[in-house]
């Protein structure tokens, strides 16, 4: 019993320094049980935006190099004032484009 609660702790501790990482991208407060899932998405969307570009000036080299902000409204390149990738009326909608577009590279991927 002792070993499952060590492993238990070692990977709670874990998927908190993963959280960490992926929310300081994020702009706004994440809140409840999804915060981790929401979190580990943007990260998933940024990994993917670096893998396949995203636009004519949101290439792969230049998210690579400066980054994405999940911003409230918006998905930014670089800062809060960068290059709007996409603007949303609000978190949950903008949270919901970062799902869908990971979904539809999952399944591209099958």
């Known amino acids: 019993m002792e070993n499952?609660?060590?492993?238990?702790?070692?990977?709670?501790?874990?998927r908190e320094i993963e959280y960490k990482e992926a929310k300081e991208k994020i702009t706004f407060q994440?809140?409840?049980?999804?915060?981790?899932?929401y979190?580990?998405?943007?990260?998933?969307?940024e990994k993917n935006l670096i893998k396949y570009g995203y636009d004519s000036y949101?290439?792969?080299s230049s998210i690579r190099q400066?980054?994405?902000l999940f911003n409230k409204y918006s998905i930014t390149l670089g800062h809060?004032?960068?290059h709007d990738l996409k603007r949303f009326n609000s978190k949950e909608?903008?949270?919901g484009f970062v799902i869908g577009?990971?979904?539809?590279?999952?399944?591209l991927n099958k």
């Open 30 to 37: 994440l809140r409840g049980d999804n915060k981790y899932y």
């Open 80 to 82: 809060p004032y960068g």
């Open 93 to 95: 909608e903008m949270l």
């Open 101 to 107: 577009y990971n979904e539809c590279i999952y399944n």
């Open 4 to 14: 499952a609660e060590r492993i238990y702790t070692r990977f709670h501790r874990e």
């Open 58 to 60: 949101a290439t792969r």
């Open 39 to 45: 979190a580990f998405q943007c990260a998933e969307f």
């Open 66 to 68: 400066e980054g994405l």
